[in-house]
């Protein structure tokens, strides 16, 4: 067993690639803030705060530019990926967010009221339209749970540089990336659990199936700790990342008993397969996201809560897709 896993981490480590991490890290963007030169300020301020020592790099600041409705640049940085346009509770009405849709950018429309509850759209506005959020404050905890998420869908390519330059959304930018990598591992794992149940192509192709999907998720799940890495601002390094193998570990032993669950369930071995592929993912992900966010691992509890959490949610939604499959 313990030369088995040596072997998959060697291939493993093989296929990462560290430069390619490190090339997302550079990325540039550019957010473009409007309205309420108060609370322009005051969100710049929280979007550019948690950098080591306080110090605000250069490209970080730069990222965060400053506009007026009306008064647009002659064109659009092409960088620019969206605007962000603050008031307070009634301002709205009078803004001239029209003057924004030629920049053809989704428009965030923030209105700050402190006897507000949180609210907002479903989903993140379209280019050249608006949305309005509602938050009591210009904080985190009030940002955190739709204003933030619909950010980063916008981002999509640059998430990585957003978190690194902005240190407030890590911890978003680390949740969509996590759901990312257990996509991905879900449908590896689907893949291989469905060559195991086709006789013929199953008899041919299942051992190198079987070992495939392992090198696979693995490697998923090592890039994920070296993008969560790169996001929280440290330099992708393979070399390091070792100290968080026991967040992986337990990888080995999920996917082992899948495989097993796999072999006496026939059909629904396929979604058991899929569903522990894609919640001891989301377990590798949150728990590097909490050894970054607090300096320390979970619980053993804390990951078992979240695994069997995440694995049921999994589960419903993989034995659909594999059913799919059988009836394909």
């Known amino acids: 067993m313990a030369s088995g896993a040596s072997e998959v981490l060697h291939l493993v480590r093989k296929g990462i690639n560290v430069r390619a ?59 620019a990926r969206l605007v962000i346009f603050l008031g307070r509770r009634g301002d709205l009405a009078g803004a001239d967010l029209a003057g924004l849709r030629p920049l053809r950018l989704p428009i965030f429309a923030l209105t700050i009221d402190p006897e507000a509850q949180p609210s907002g759209p479903a989903a993140p506005p379209a280019p050249g339209t608006w949305a309005e959020y509602t938050v009591p404050a210009v904080a985190r905890e009030a940002l955190r749970g739709r204003v933030f998420p619909h950010l980063i869908t916008q981002c999509r390519g640059i998430e990585i540089a957003v978190a690194r330059r902005l240190p407030p959304l890590r911890e978003t930018v680390s949740a969509k990336l996590t759901r990312d990598a257990a996509g991905n591992a879900l449908k590896v794992a689907l893949a291989s659990a469905a060559v195991d149940h086709i006789p013929l192509l199953g008899l041919v192709l299942g051992a190198f199936a079987s070992a495939g999907d392992m090198v696979a998720i693995t490697g998923i799940q090592m890039m994920l700790l070296l993008h969560i890495e790169a996001a929280y601002g440290r330099d992708p390094d393979v ?74 949610d999994a589960l419903a939604f993989a034995r659909n897709v594999a059913n799919n499959i059988v009836r394909r």
Request: aromatic content about 10%; some cysteine.
């Open 239 to 312: 070399h390091r990342m070792w100290q968080l193998l026991p967040i992986v570990g337990g990888g080995f032993g999920w996917r082992t008993l899948a495989r097993e669950l796999s072999g006496f369930i026939p059909v629904a071995g396929i979604a058991i397969k899929g569903a522990i592929a894609y919640a001891g993912t989301i377990v590798v992900g949150e728990g590097v996201t909490f050894f970054y966010e607090h300096g320390r691992h979970m619980s053993a509890m804390q990951t078992s809560t979240i695994y069997e959490q995440t694995k049921n």
């Open 21 to 79: 991490v490190q090339a997302t890290t550079r990325k540039p963007f550019r957010f473009y803030l409007c309205g309420d030169p108060a609370l322009v300020a005051s969100l710049r301020a929280l979007l550019l705060s948690g950098h080591a020592d306080d110090a605000v790099p250069l490209d970080a600041a730069a990222c965060l530019e400053t506009i007026v409705p009306g008064r647009l640049p002659a064109a659009a940085n092409r960088e």
